[in-house]
């Protein structure tokens, strides 16, 4: 007998071993039956992985996943083969889509300085790709050269106006991954530029916005901008980074998800690769950590082995809304003459405007000022 998959995905999140006490929240002492889950933030190599993420998306109650277009570099982190094979990911990335279909949403992403890169989005967008992947803000630099790799021209550059305006006007659903701390020199203020000029533009600025040390960086976007939304992954390079940082002051992000209830979503962001590491326990255990710092008081996970973490323990509503009614919501927005609430204080932004024009770029700061390529700030 055909089940319908979000009654099946439900069922499976309130048997799936352990969840009595995965989905326990301060305030809703049940199992959260009702719960189901989209992750809004993964990249993969190609369809030969996919069945890994169905096999756990199907045991931990996944409904849907949001596949992001990935450079060759994303997938293999050799800064010698940088931003290339975007094309080909996309490709991978519809395959995807047509051979589990509603269990995955295709984002393919663009390279700034590709004179064709419109027109290649368009023809994704007409074969079902559901929203926009951008690189633009992410402050990588290369180890022996000190180049970025993601940010050839500025946010607001000319060359990207284009881009904007189609998905601005068409309802299209953008993620921009941006660093926009202080050290990466003018990234906050592009971004602000990009978001001040297009602010019927839904924008999904990942992983807290970076700024999940910074919060008051990350209210002052969320206050100001009513469209931008961020994802609570931070990968599995930064997780226990980010997990301890919330594991030590839990009350701080728990206030940030009941203060901004419709802008936190779901994501892990693992880049699935054949690498053998990658296992489906490997991406079971990564899923878990990230359902029990949502929804534990305390918990352990092997990703960060030795160690009992503190958890935020959402309330069922709020969990809801990170789980899946907020991307769902993201999705369906077609926002038209949004008033931006107010002009940037940028001392809560703790950054210090540097006089730019519009669409210049900065240089990458010296290694020496910059670190090595920090993920969170």
């Given at each position: 007998m055909k089940m319908n998959r979000r009654a099946f995905l439900r069922r499976n999140l309130a048997t799936v071993a352990g969840s009595a006490s995965l989905l326990r929240c301060s305030a809703d002492p049940e199992?959260?039956?009702?719960?189901?889950?989209?992750?809004?933030?993964?990249?993969?190599?190609?369809?030969?992985?996919?069945?890994?993420?169905?096999?756990?998306?199907?045991?931990?109650?996944?409904?849907?996943?949001?596949?992001?277009?990935?450079?060759?570099?994303?997938?293999?982190?050799?800064?010698?083969?940088?931003?290339?094979?975007?094309d080909e990911n996309n490709e991978e990335l519809m395959k995807i889509v047509r051979a589990y279909p509603g269990r995955f949403?295709?984002?393919?992403?663009?390279?700034?300085?590709?004179?064709?890169?419109?027109?290649?989005?368009?023809?994704?967008?007409?074969?079902?790709?559901?929203?926009?992947?951008?690189?633009?803000?992410?402050?990588?630099t290369t180890k022996k050269t000190n180049e970025y790799i993601f940010h050839p021209i500025a946010m607001d550059d000319p060359q990207m106006m284009p881009v904007y305006e189609h998905c601005e006007k068409n309802g299209i659903t953008v993620l921009i991954h941006v660093n926009p701390s202080p050290i990466k020199p003018g990234f906050c203020e592009e971004f602000v530029s990009v978001l001040q000029q297009f602010p019927d533009m839904v924008v999904n600025c990942p992983h807290f916005m970076l700024s999940s040390l910074k919060d008051s960086r990350l209210r002052e976007f969320l206050d100001v901008f009513p469209n931008l939304y961020t994802d609570i992954s931070f990968g599995s390079f930064f997780m226990k980074a980010g997990f301890t940082r919330i594991s030590k002051n839990p009350v701080k992000f728990q206030k940030l998800f009941a203060d901004y209830p419709n802008r936190f979503m779901f994501g892990t962001d693992l880049v699935l690769t054949e690498s053998q590491q990658k296992s489906e326990e490997w991406v079971h255990s990564q899923f878990r950590a990230y359902l029990d710092m949502l929804t534990r008081e305390?918990?352990?996970?092997?990703?960060?082995?030795?160690?009992?973490?503190?958890?935020?323990?959402?309330?069922?509503?709020?969990l809801d809304g990170v789980l899946f009614r907020n991307y769902e919501k993201f999705l369906?927005?077609?926002?038209?003459?949004?008033?931006?609430?107010?002009?940037?204080?940028?001392?809560?932004?703790?950054?210090?405007?540097?006089?730019?024009?519009?669409?210049?770029?900065?240089?990458?700061?010296?290694?020496?000022?910059?670190?090595?390529?920090?993920?969170?700030?």
């Open positions: 199992p959260a039956k009702k719960s189901s889950i989209i992750n809004v933030h993964e990249h993969i190599q190609s369809l030969e992985q996919a069945k890994v993420h169905v096999t756990v998306m199907d045991q931990l109650g996944v409904e849907r996943m949001a596949l992001l277009g990935s450079s060759w570099f994303t997938i293999t982190l050799r800064d010698e083969v940088g931003f290339t094979r975007y949403d295709a984002w393919p992403v663009i390279n700034p300085v590709d004179p064709q890169k419109l027109d290649k989005f368009k023809a994704l967008m007409d074969r079902g790709a559901t929203g926009l992947k951008l690189f633009t803000g992410h402050g990588y305390t918990y352990t996970t092997s990703c960060i082995p030795g160690e009992t973490l503190r958890g935020v323990t959402l309330s069922k509503e709020l369906a927005r077609k926002p038209r003459g949004t008033r931006i609430a107010r002009p940037i204080n940028w001392r809560n932004m703790g950054v210090t405007p540097t006089g730019r024009e519009p669409g210049q770029a900065f240089p990458p700061p010296s290694k020496k000022s910059n670190g090595a390529n920090p993920g969170e700030v």
